[in-house]
Nanobody, 123 residues
Framework: QVQLVESGGGLVQAGGSLRLSCAAS????????MGWFRQAPGKEREFVAH????????YYADSVKGRFTISRDNAKNTVYLQMNSLKPEDTAAYYC????????????????WGQGTQVTVSS
């Protein structure tokens, strides 16, 4: 079993930056591929970014491509999401998750989830 704890969310003005962290428990973190998702009030949880277990392959939603960067430090059991040029539409709760099977873009393909961290971008 894996436990995930997100941190780093907060309130930021449009154009600003935040870095989210997701700390994982367990000795096999470096065998997990990981994803970030987000969910705004009244909306479905949507894919943001994905990184493979080595950290040398990444995927992004079109809405964040060029602004967000996913990375990981396997020695620290942590995956990061660097968010730059934030927009009000990025406001959501952000979740990290471990990938299990199927499409990396669908939340159904992930099994363990963190509790989420809130990101609010003011205009």
């Amino acid at each position: 079993q894996v436990q995930l704890v997100e941190s780093g969310g907060g309130l930021v003005q449009a154009g600003g930056s935040l870095r989210l962290s997701c700390a994982a428990s367990g000795r096999t973190f470096n065998s997990y591929t990981m994803g970030w998702f987000r969910q705004a009030p009244g909306k479905e949880r949507e894919f943001v970014a994905h990184i493979n277990y080595r950290g040398d392959r990444t995927y992004y939603a079109d809405s964040v491509k060029g602004r967000f960067t996913i990375s990981r430090d396997n020695a620290k059991n942590t995956v990061y999401l660097q968010m730059n040029s934030l927009k009000p539409e990025d406001t959501a709760a952000y979740y990290c998750a471990t990938y299990l099977r199927g499409s990396i873009f669908n939340k159904e393909g992930y099994d363990y989830w963190g509790q989420g961290t809130q990101v609010t971008v003011s205009s």
